[in-house]
């Protein structure tokens, strides 16, 4: 079996965001919709607990996750301890890998599958962490690579980002985990087709979103981030998976808002919204 939990649905900022004052936000803070943390992701194809688990993105908030998340912390002995085995990046965003540094304080080097393209860019964050527990890189493949002796992984490689295929090796149960696309690759495709459950990319509702919130925004597609209306709505909408999540949304993002007319939209296709502590196993 494969283990998911989403650690936070909401894409960079969050869910309110510090200087936001759009709709969703202004629900979050008089408590009409909760608030949600930043996007980063659990899974682990152990049984019953974590006791080896991996992380997809790791955000600001996620010491907060961790403390939300009886099963990413230590074990009660006296010592220091922790089921998170490592980090896979999608790429180097910093509200994917700044959750890196608040790890420091680990005491073997932090394991962290990335591109090379990743790791170059966060050269800054290499060096900081030199510092204290170090980073051991790890290379990603496009063909399975085992994480542990019950997870194998491949990376699908995007223009600006990958996305992540789990395969538990005992029951061959296949999950893809796509936070960040900017396009819809034939690979992309491929993978999802063969997946039982797709957690994929949800920033923006529609390419402009951001500019009625900021004059001069860039647009989603600008962003590298492929729009749901017009981009990836109808791709899952016929992806054939068991469950198809969005994650990553943005404070935005009218589908963070139960009844809006976009949110209702999606449920009559069949597909769900995360939220922080949503668990999957498949
Ligand atoms: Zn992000
Ligand atoms: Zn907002």
């Known amino acids: 079996m494969i283990r998911i939990q989403i650690l936070g649905s909401a894409a960079g900022g969050g869910l309110p965001q510090w200087n936001c004052a759009c709709a969703n936000c202004v629900a979050a803070r008089t408590g009409k919709i909760e608030a949600q943390t930043q996007s980063s992701i659990a899974i682990s194809a152990d049984s019953e607990e974590f006791q080896n688990c991996w ?30 085995a490592g980090v896979l990046l999608t790429n180097a965003d910093i509200d994917h890998a700044l959750g890196l540094l608040l790890l420091r304080q680990q005491e073997k080097p932090l394991v962290v599958y990335a591109a090379d393209e990743t790791r170059a860019m966060l050269a800054w964050l290499d060096r900081t962490l030199a510092r204290f527990c170090g980073i051991e890189w790890r290379k990603i493949s496009s063909t399975f690579q085992s994480l542990d002796s019950s997870l194998g992984f491949r990376a699908i490689e995007l223009a600006h980002s990958v996305a992540f295929q789990f395969l538990d090796q005992a029951s061959g149960r296949l999950a893809l985990v796509a936070p960040a696309v ?27 979103e951001l500019a009625c919130v900021r004059a001069g925004a860039r647009r989603a597609r600008e962003m590298n981030h ?35 007319p976009e949110r209702v939209e999606l449920e009559q296709a069949g597909i769900e919204v995360a939220r922080d502590g949503l668990e999957i196993v498949l």
Request: no cysteine; hydrophobic share 30%; proline share 9%.
């Open 226 to 260: 492929l729009p749901v209306s017009s981009g990836s709505l109808n791709f899952l909408r016929q992806s054939p998976a068991r469950r198809k999540i969005y994650t990553h949304v943005n404070n935005t993002n009218p589908i963070f808002m139960p009844g809006s």
């Open 182 to 208: 900017s396009e819809l690759t034939r690979e992309l495709s491929e993978a999802s087709a063969g997946s039982d459950v797709i957690l994929f990319d949800g920033t923006f509702w529609s390419d402009h």
């Open 55 to 84: 992380l997809i993105n790791a955000s600001p908030d996620l010491p907060r996750q961790i403390e939300n998340t009886t099963r990413l912390q230590p074990r009660r002995d006296a010592s220091r301890n922790t089921p998170i």
